[in-house]
Each structure stands twice: as structure tokens, then as C-alpha cells.
């Protein structure tokens, strides 16, 4: 029951997410799956395209000293903490 309802968007089941998973890590290489919990409804699972990520984003976040690369925010260790998507 839960693989027919488990799209975020409702358009498609869980193996339709399987597929369009595949489709993009051919077509793009990546892509990247939110999941979503709430207290009234069962898991989630959000497609987010790569294609979503602002690639002419970079810049210097001083007060927190980290560096948004490519839509990709690393902290002063190199670590990944946050994703700026459109």
C-alpha cells in the first residue's frame, strides 16, 4: 500500500520513482531524494532533479564562514551542509 503512495507529488508509485532514479543518474549523473515525514501521513520520497542545483551559485557565507561552490555549501572542514536549490 505504501508504494502506490509514497511520491511526494503524487504522480507516479514507488517503482515509477525507481525509474525516473534511474533516468536521471544516466541522463545527469545524480540526483537527490528528499524524504519527507509528517505525523499525519506515511514517508515520502521527493525527486529533486540535478538540474535544480544553481550551478552559477558561489559565494562566501562570512558570519557562518562557510562557501556556497556550484549551489553546494561546505563549511572550513570541506564538509557539504546545505544545498541551494532554485
Excluded at 505525523?39 to 521527493?46: D, G, K, S
Aim: proline share 3%; charged share 20%.
Amino acid at each position: 500500500a505504501w508504494a502506490r503512495k509514497c511520491d511526494f507529488d503524487g504522480g507516479t508509485t514507488y517503482y515509477g520513482l525507481q525509474a525516473q532514479v534511474s533516468g536521471e543518474m544516466f541522463e545527469a549523473g545524480e540526483v537527490f531524494l528528499r524524504f519527507v515525514r509528517s505525523a499525519n501521513r506515511p514517508l515520502r520520497i521527493q525527486l529533486i532533479c540535478s538540474e535544480q542545483l544553481p550551478y552559477d551559485n558561489s559565494s562566501n557565507l562570512k558570519a557562518a564562514g562557510n562557501e556556497v561552490r556550484l549551489g553546494i555549501e561546505f563549511n572550513p572542514q570541506g564538509e557539504r551542509v546545505a544545498y541551494h536549490f532554485y
